[in-house]
């Protein structure tokens, strides 16, 4: 199994309050994501780093912003969380000579916002 | 942009059956990957199988095939001699086939609930 963890696992907050959430791998791959899942919608890409402070937004990153400055690590943080953000996300990698373009996933954080 | 459908929300088959769920796509490239995941109960992603769009053969891993007819834009995944363990989520998704610099993310179905009936 590809070294991905992310922490924490699970998390309670109220709306407002800032929350940050940690991916890290061990693989050195240069390339990290961090999706959300919710019933009805799959998948689905909030923003991805392709190399240490490179990122840049995908499909639903209103809300969030994000921060590598190692290549282990790759931090996704809502300034002022809102019901409307829980979900579980997820964080996944790609090596940079993947062919296949697989991306490996981590175990996923279930982020639930009164 | 592209999209990915999957138009059963929910499947059942018997143990040791088979069943095939679908999935199609839109997207104006020639070249590109499709994957089916498995998320079981326990969240985990699992990649299931792969099929690279410029192969004309479908991809087979073990019980897992994949019924690829391009000009369709159709991509279904059928699992032969079903197992209680293949109980899952299974999602369909796309991705480009684009420069090794580019982001290259998946875009994902909405998911396919399979339950298997002992």
């Known amino acids: 199994d590809a070294g991905i963890t992310q922490s924490p696992r699970h998390k309670v907050t109220e709306t407002g309050t800032p929350v940050t959430l940690r991916c890290h791998q061990t693989?050195?791959?240069?390339?990290m994501y961090w999706y959300r899942q919710d019933p009805g919608h799959g998948l689905r890409l909030i923003h991805y780093?392709?190399?240490?402070?490179?990122?840049d937004k995908g499909e639903v990153s209103d809300g969030y912003s994000v921060s590598r400055s190692k290549t282990e690590d790759f931090l996704l943080t809502l300034e002022s969380a809102t019901s409307s953000q829980t979900s579980v996300y997820f964080c996944?990698?790609?090596?940079?000579?993947?062919?296949?373009?697989?991306?490996?996933f981590g175990p996923g954080t279930r982020l639930t916002v009164l | 942009a592209q999209t990915v459908t999957q138009s059963q929300p929910e499947m059942s088959v018997q143990e040791a059956e088979t069943v095939t769920l679908s999935c199609t796509y839109d997207?104006?490239?020639?070249?590109?990957?499709l994957f089916w995941y498995k998320q079981p109960p326990s969240r985990q992603m699992i990649l299931v199988i792969r099929?690279?769009?410029?192969?004309?053969q479908n991809a087979t891993e073990n019980r897992f095939s994949v019924n690829f007819q391009k000009a369709a834009k159709s991509f279904s995944l059928k699992i032969s001699d079903s197992q209680l363990g293949d109980a899952a989520m299974y999602f369909c998704?796309?991705?480009?086939?684009?420069?090794?610099?580019?982001?290259?993310?998946?875009?994902f179905g909405s998911g396919t609930q399979l339950t298997v009936l002992p």
């Open positions: 996944a990698i790609r090596g940079d000579t993947s062919d296949h373009n697989e991306q490996f």
């Open positions: 693989e050195n791959h240069r390339y």
């Open positions: 780093s392709y190399g240490v402070k490179d990122t």
């Open positions: 997207t104006s490239e020639s070249d590109y990957y």
């Open positions: 099929q690279e769009a410029y192969k004309q």
């Open positions: 998704a796309y991705s480009d086939l684009i420069s090794s610099g580019s982001a290259r993310q998946l875009t």
